[in-house]
């Protein structure tokens, strides 16, 4: 079971939009619309972003979308804000009743 | 509001057991869902160990099976994470959380995380 794949930083400046995928098999990603994605600033535990490829929990801001396209899973946000800059991982339900997180994305908001 | 909070010791010596409780409040663990256990050494990502459902069926990481015992305890609203022969790649920070899952008679799928403890740091060290 090897961790979903993601870029180790992205960076975008105030009011444009980035992209984060999260790459990962027919036996996680890509069998099942199961992709959730946590955002970590500093010292603080993981928040819920997305759920289920691309459903948003009440209270989260309206510039965060998911998608997904095959095995390849994406965060988009758009908007950038200062308080987007921290980690981003995606997480994603395996076949053998399991869940798999990608590597993790610093987002850098310049 | 669900609230989750882990307590347990910050430093453990090398080959023994790291013992690590959760207490959930305001929201009854047998009234659905499981409830997980994620940890993150310091500097690197998320690694999912593993989930528990009230009646104690437990799902894992392959990678920690044998070592991983998580156990529930309903009269106090609380789950337990033992991870045994612990070495110095086992210290990390530990959260508990909140796993929203589906049974569909044979088979359980495992969601998302929702709620979150605050995390706490676990030594590994002689």
């Known amino acids: 079971q090897s961790a979903l794949t993601q870029p180790a930083s992205v960076s975008g400046s105030p009011g444009q939009s980035i992209t984060i995928s999260c790459t990962g098999t027919?036996?996680?990603?890509?069998?099942?619309?199961?992709v959730s994605w946590y955002q970590q600033h500093p010292g603080k535990a993981p928040k819920l972003m997305i759920f289920?490829?691309?459903k948003r929990p009440s209270g989260v801001s309206n510039r965060f979308s998911g998608s997904k396209s095959g095995s390849t899973a994406s965060l988009t946000v758009s908007g950038l804000q200062a308080e987007d800059e921290a980690d981003y991982y995606c997480?994603?339900?395996?076949?053998?009743?399991?869940?798999?997180f990608g590597g993790g994305t610093k987002l850098t908001v310049l | 509001q669900v609230q989750l909070q882990e307590s347990g010791p910050g430093l453990v010596k090398p080959s023994e057991t790291l013992s690590l409780t959760c207490t959930v409040s305001?929201?009854?663990?047998?009234?659905?869902?499981?409830w997980g256990w994620v940890r993150q050494p310091p500097g690197k990502g998320l690694e999912w160990i593993g989930s528990?459902?009230?009646?104690?069926?437990?799902y894992h990481n392959p990678s920690l099976k044998s070592r991983i015992t998580i156990s529930v305890d309903t009269s106090r609203n609380q789950f337990s994470l033992k991870l045994s022969f612990v070495t110095a790649a086992d210290t990390a920070v530990y959260y508990c959380?909140?796993?929203?899952?589906?049974?569909?008679?044979?088979?359980?799928?495992?969601?998302?995380?929702?709620?979150w403890g605050q995390g706490t740091l676990v030594t590994v060290s002689s």
């Open positions: 959380a909140r796993n929203p899952h589906m049974w569909n008679g044979a088979q359980t799928t495992l969601y998302y995380l929702d709620y």
């Open positions: 305001g929201y009854s663990i047998t009234s659905g869902y499981y």
């Open positions: 528990i459902e009230y009646s104690g069926r437990t």
């Open positions: 027919s036996s996680d990603v890509g069998g099942y619309n199961l």
């Open positions: 289920e490829d691309s």
């Open positions: 997480c994603s339900y395996a076949s053998t009743s399991t869940l798999i």
